[in-house]
């Protein structure tokens, strides 16, 4: 079973910075990429970024260049260094694998339903 664990939300001022942790298990991670979605209330759960497993990345045009995705695969783990928050990064952050959505193809599903998620709130 593909399990997910987010940390690291939490409430800044816009301009802040946040950097989001994920551990995963239940799967070989050979060939497998990892990333983050996220979702506020009465909206899309939205893929935020991906990085592959040779380290490509990929990420949302309202985040590029702010933010930073990266992995240590020895630990299963992926990363999303936040920095430049604004008000409109405020969601509830969810971690995903290709195992759970293609994430190569899957820029939005009605609901993030894989993972407790994290929040980030970002004030104005």
């Known amino acids: 079973e593909v399990k997910v664990a987010e940390s690291g939300g939490g409430s800044v001022q816009a301009g802040g910075s946040l950097k989001l942790s994920c551990t995963a298990s239940?799967?070989?991670?050979?060939?497998?990429?990892m990333g983050w979605y996220r979702q506020t209330p009465g909206n899309k759960c939205t893929l935020v970024s991906r990085?592959?497993?040779?380290?490509?990345?990929k990420y949302a045009d309202a985040v590029r260049g702010r933010f930073t995705i990266s992995q240590d695969r020895a630990e299963h783990k992926v990363y999303l260094q936040m920095n430049s928050l604004k008000p409109e990064d405020t969601a509830v952050y969810y971690c995903?694998?290709?195992?759970?959505?293609?994430?190569?193809?899957?820029?939005?599903?009605?609901?993030?339903?894989w993972g407790q998620g994290t929040q980030v709130t970002v004030s104005s």
């Open positions: 995903a694998t290709d195992l759970i959505l293609d994430m190569t193809a899957v820029e939005a599903v009605d609901q993030c339903y």
């Open positions: 239940g799967w070989n991670w050979e060939n497998v990429g």
């Open positions: 990085i592959g497993s040779e380290g490509e990345t």
